[in-house]
């Protein structure tokens, strides 16, 4: 059972173009939670998706970031006009269910965004 | 606000030390506090507490949930330097869309040998 996949791994933009980052929950899970590691920062909640709806985006910046888990494909995490303060590792999780008392995420490996 | 705070940020030991880790947490409609470890990849899951006062362990590293004074600890006993590395609380909020994760800042371990 793969685990959950970013990609890419690494991702380098010029300020102003966009980036579009993936991921592809584990199998089964319905539930996909996007999260931006800055440097010397901890983890930072974005966006909660699933198929279809986007369920909680309280961490999402109000400009140039939008998400969504479409019901075929990958989770999609797209950033325009990218600038240098964009630049984070980030983390994608995936869940069975949000609803129980026993919610645990799995993380992707992250995509790690540099913006030049 | 949600708040998950971590203590202390840093710390160095040797190895064979044994280390204690702090995480508070001031948030609204709690379910549960997870424990992660991060080296220079994704987070690994290494705990979840629902209930205080119940121990967990696995090999060296144990947790401990008090939901009165809200807040839990890892210890590490007879650290290596493989466990260096960033250890992560967070506390999983119940919203009425869902739940989610909060996540405190981190503390950085690191074991010299």
């Known amino acids: 059972n793969a685990g959950v996949m970013q990609n890419p791994r690494h991702l380098v933009r010029r300020r102003g173009q966009e980036a579009r980052l993936r991921c592809s929950p584990m199998?089964?899970?319905?539930?996909v939670y996007w999260y931006r590691q800055l440097p010397e920062e901890g983890l930072k909640f974005m966006v909660y998706?699933?198929?279809?709806?986007?369920?909680?985006e309280s961490g999402m910046p109000k400009e140039r970031f939008s998400a969504e888990f479409p019901k075929e494909g990958p989770s999609i995490l797209r950033i325009q006009q990218v600038v240098r303060g964009d630049s984070a590792a980030y983390f994608c999780?995936?869940?069975?269910?949000?609803?129980?008392?026993?919610?645990?995420?799995?993380f992707g490996p992250g995509t790690r965004l540099t913006v030049l | 606000e949600d708040k998950v705070v971590q203590s202390p940020l840093s710390l160095v030991v040797h190895e064979g030390d044994t280390v204690t880790l702090n995480c508070s947490y001031e948030v609204t409609n709690f379910r549960s506090l997870l424990w992660y470890k991060q080296e220079k990849k994704a987070p690994t899951f290494l705990f979840m507490l629902?209930?205080?006062?119940i121990e967990k362990k696995s090999g060296r590293l144990s947790s401990i949930l008090d939901k009165k004074e809200l807040f839990s600890i890892l210890n590490i006993t007879a650290t290596q330097t493989g466990d260096s590395a960033i250890y992560l609380c967070?506390?999983?909020?119940?919203?009425?869309?869902?739940?989610?994760?909060?996540f405190g800042e981190g503390t950085q371990l690191t074991v010299n040998p």
């Open positions: 629902t209930s205080s006062g």
């Open positions: 999780a995936s869940s069975p269910t949000s609803g129980g008392a026993y919610n645990e995420q799995f």
């Open positions: 998706l699933q198929k279809e709806n986007i369920i909680d």
């Open positions: 199998k089964g899970h319905s539930h």
């Open positions: 967070a506390v999983v909020v119940r919203e009425t869309s869902g739940s989610r994760l909060t």
